[in-house]
C-alpha cells in the first residue's frame, strides 16, 4: 500500500515551523556574522597556514564572492553543515559590499539576438532530448555519424569565472546554447563560437539542466537552483518571467532538472541536510522530498506530492540535540513522462533518520494532473543514511545504510517485441526492468557495479531503444578530517566502475569497459569512477569519467574509439583562466554536428575544474 502525502502550502509550512520551534527557538534568530566565522572559520583562516586565505585577505573580497565560495565553490564541504542563513551572515561580515563585476564586454557577441524557431529544429533540450529520458540522440539530430566521431577535435572552451566545479549540463537550441554554473550564473552563448548573447544572475549555484518550452510567442527556459528557487526566464531576452521558492526547509536545493508536459512543469525537490547532519549540534533530520507541479504560464502551484511523512521528535543524541525523523526521501531523478499511462515516474532517495519509510530507494509513479501515487516499488528497505555516518563512526545512529539511491532518471521504452518497460539504474549497481502495466512488477534485474555510497549507477543511463547502457561509479574513497583541508574525502586512484551494456528484451550483459587506472601524474583526486551520464547516437556511445577523461565507445563492443583527457589548462574564448577536472553529474551532449562537456567536480575528493569545451569533426 501507498498513502498520498499531500498537504496544502499553509499546513505544510506550519508542521515545518512547528518542528524547528520545538527544537530550538533560538534557532529563528538571525545569526551572528561574527560568531559563526568564530565557530565555523577561525581555526583556519586565523591561522598562518600558506594555503589558507587569511582573514584580512576575506575583508578585501566582494562578500558575493565568499559568498560564491560557500555556495559552490572551494568552500562548499565546509559550509554543508552551515544553514543559508549563517553563510550570508558570515559573507556579509567578512566581505565588502562592491558588487561582483560580469563577463567582460570582449566576451559577448558583436550580435546578442536569440533567435528560436517556434519548433526549434535542433535541439538537446534539458536532461535528455525528450521525455522519456533515453540521453539518446538520432543521426539526424546529432549531427555527427559514428565514422566522424573518431575525427572530432577541439573548436572552442568557455571558462567559468572563479568557479572549482562545472557541473551543469549545457541546453542547445537551434545554436544556442543555455547552461547554468557554480556561481549562480545562467549563460546564454552561440554554439558555433562560445561568445556570449547574455546572462542572468541567480540566488544560488545552478546544477540542473535547463529546460526550454514554448509558451505562446515565446520559450520559456524553467530551472532551479541549489537554495530551492525555481525561475523561468525569457530564452531570447534573459529576462525573469517568475521564480517561486518550492519548499522552505533550508536545506531544500533542486539538482535535478525538471520536465514539462501540456503547460505544466515537473520539479524534482532534494536535499544537503544529510550532509549537515555531520554536524554532531545539528537536529537530524526533517527535510521531505516531494515533487511539486507549476503551470509555466505564472509559476503556480498546481500539486505538491510529499514522499515523507511529517518529521517529529523521536530523541535525543548522547549530548542532547534532539533527533527527528522521518526525514528524507529526496528526488534526485528528471521525472520521466509517461503520456500515454498519464503518469510520472520519479526514484528517491533513502531516509536521512529513524523510522525507515516505505517510499525511501523506490521508484514511484504519479498522476500526471493530481500528483496521486499511483503505484511505488521498493527496492532497499531500512536504508537510513546521513553525513552523521563517517563523522561518528560506530556510533552513527540508526545506521549507516547503503545509501542505494536512485539518482539516474527512469528510461521509458517501447520494446522492439511489443510493450513498454522502464528501465531504472540504481546505487546499489543493478539495473531494474519494470513492467509500467503492472505496477512496476520487475521483468529482470542485471548487476553492473558493485554497488555503495558512491557506487554503482550514479547519475544517468543511455538506451537506443534495444540496449541500455549504464555506466558505474563504484570508487573506493576514504572520510578524512584534517581542520586545513576542505576536501572531505580521499578517494582510491585506481578503483572505479565503467560502462556496461544489457539487452532490453532479457537482461543480458552483452560487454562492459573497465576503466583504466589513472596516469601517474594525474593530480590528486584522479579515481576512474564513471560517475556521470552517459550519452548515445547510433553506433557510439559517449562516456565521461572523474579521471577527466571523455571517451567515445564503439556501441557494438565497448571498444574506445575516441578518447580526449580534459584535465588541463584551456585557452577561452571568454578570456578566463580555465582548467578541465573530474567530470561527475552531467554527460556528453551531441547535436548539431558538434559535441559539448563540462569538465571539473570538486566534490566527493574530485579534481577541481571550471571549463566548457565544445568539439566538432
Not at 499531500?6 to 506550519?14: E, G, Q, T
Not at 535535478?256 to 544529510?274: I, K, R
Not at 555506466?471 to 578517494?491: E, K
Not at 532490453?504 to 583504466?516: F, Y
Request: aromatic letters at 8%; charged letters at 15%.
Amino acid at each position: 500500500m501507498t498513502r498520498v502525502l499531500f498537504l496544502p502550502l499553509i499546513a505544510a509550512l506550519a508542521v515545518f515551523f512547528a518542528v524547528l520551534a520545538a527544537v530550538d527557538t533560538a534557532a529563528a534568530q538571525t545569526p551572528s556574522g561574527e560568531a559563526v566565522y568564530k565557530t565555523q572559520c577561525a581555526s583556519c583562516h586565523d591561522s598562518t597556514s600558506p594555503r589558507v586565505p587569511p582573514r584580512d585577505a576575506l575583508r578585501k573580497m566582494p562578500a558575493a564572492r565568499i559568498m560564491r565560495s560557500l555556495d559552490g565553490g572551494a568552500m562548499m564541504t565546509v559550509a554543508f553543515t552551515m544553514t543559508r542563513e549563517e553563510r550570508l551572515a558570515v559573507a556579509a561580515y567578512l566581505g565588502t559590499s562592491d558588487a561582483l563585476s560580469g563577463p567582460p564586454a570582449s566576451a559577448f557577441c558583436s550580435n546578442r539576438t536569440v533567435k528560436l524557431n517556434a519548433q526549434p529544429a535542433v535541439s538537446w533540450n534539458g536532461w535528455s532530448p525528450g521525455t522519456s529520458n533515453t540521453r539518446h540522440q538520432t543521426r539526424e539530430a546529432a549531427g555527427l555519424g559514428a565514422d566522424q566521431v573518431k575525427g572530432l577535435k577541439l573548436k572552442w572552451a568557455f571558462g567559468f569565472d572563479g568557479d572549482v566545479s562545472a557541473f551543469s549540463q549545457p541546453t542547445v537550441l537551434d545554436g544556442n546554447i543555455f547552461v547554468g554554473s557554480a556561481a549562480g550564473l545562467v549563460h546564454a552563448m552561440r554554439a558555433e563560437s562560445g561568445c556570449l548573447t547574455w546572462t542572468f544572475q541567480a540566488n544560488g549555484p545552478v546544477r540542473a539542466a535547463i529546460l526550454a518550452v514554448r509558451d505562446g510567442n515565446r520559450h520559456v527556459l524553467l530551472f532551479g537552483d541549489m537554495t530551492g528557487w525555481f525561475y523561468a526566464l525569457n530564452a531570447e531576452t534573459g529576462q525573469q518571467i517568475w521564480k517561486v521558492h518550492v519548499d522552505q526547509h533550508d536545506s531544500t536545493r533542486l539538482t535535478a532538472a525538471a520536465t514539462a508536459h501540456d503547460g505544466v512543469v515537473y520539479v524534482p525537490v532534494s536535499s544537503w541536510e544529510e550532509a549537515r547532519a555531520s554536524d554532531a549540534t545539528y537536529p537530524c533530520c526533517s527535510f521531505r522530498g516531494s515533487v511539486v507541479a507549476l503551470r509555466i504560464s505564472d509559476g503556480r502551484q498546481l500539486w505538491k506530492t510529499y514522499l515523507v511523512e511529517p518529521a517529529k521528535q523521536t530523541g535525543k543524541t548522547a549530548t542532547g540535540v534532539p533527533t527527528l525523523g522521518p526525514a528524507g526521501v529526496g528526488v534526485w531523478t528528471t521525472p520521466t513522462i509517461d503520456a500515454k499511462r498519464r503518469r510520472l515516474y520519479v526514484g528517491t532517495s533513502g531516509n536521512y533518520s529513524a523510522p525507515a519509510t516505505n517510499l525511501s530507494d523506490s521508484i514511484i509513479a504519479l498522476d500526471l494532473e493530481s500528483g496521486r501515487i499511483a503505484w511505488s516499488k521498493q527496492f532497499t528497505t531500512g536504508d537510513i543514511f546521513s553525513g552523521a555516518c563517517p563523522s561518528r563512526g560506530p556510533s552513527c545512529p540508526d545506521g549507516p545504510g547503503p545509501d542505494f539511491d536512485f539518482a539516474a532518471a527512469s528510461i521509458l521504452i517501447t520494446r522492439a517485441s511489443g510493450g513498454d518497460v522502464l528501465l531504472a539504474g540504481q546505487k546499489s549497481g543493478v539495473v531494474h526492468a519494470l513492467n509500467p502495466d503492472k505496477d512496476g512488477a520487475i521483468l529482470w534485474q542485471t548487476r553492473v557495479g558493485k554497488g555503495g555510497t558512491s557506487g554503482g549507477v550514479q547519475w544517468g543511463m543511455s538506451s537506443d531503444g534495444q540496449v541500455v547502457y549504464a555506466a558505474s561509479s563504484d570508487m573506493d574513497r576514504t572520510f578524512q578530517n584534517r581542520p586545513l583541508d576542505p576536501q572531505r574525502f580521499v578517494v582510491d586512484r585506481n578503483t572505479g566502475g565503467g560502462v556496461t551494456a544489457v539487452r532490453i528484451a532479457d537482461g543480458t550483459k552483452l560487454w562492459a569497459m573497465e576503466p583504466p587506472s589513472c596516469a601517474k601524474d594525474a593530480p590528486a583526486g584522479c579515481n576512474p569512477a564513471h560517475s556521470a551520464a552517459v550519452t548515445s547516437i547510433p553506433g557510439i556511445v559517449f562516456a565521461s569519467s572523474n579521471d577527466g577523461h571523455v571517451r567515445a565507445l564503439d556501441a557494438s563492443n565497448g571498444s574506445v574509439v575516441w578518447d580526449f583527457n580534459t584535465m588541463r589548462d584551456f585557452d577561452t574564448v571568454n578570456g578566463v583562466k580555465a582548467r578541465g577536472g573530474s567530470i561527475d553529474g552531467p554527460g556528453t551532449v551531441v547535436v548539431g554536428g558538434m559535441v559539448f562537456v563540462t569538465s571539473g567536480y570538486a566534490r566527493n575528493g574530485g579534481v577541481p575544474g571550471n571549463v566548457l569545451l565544445a568539439f566538432a569533426p
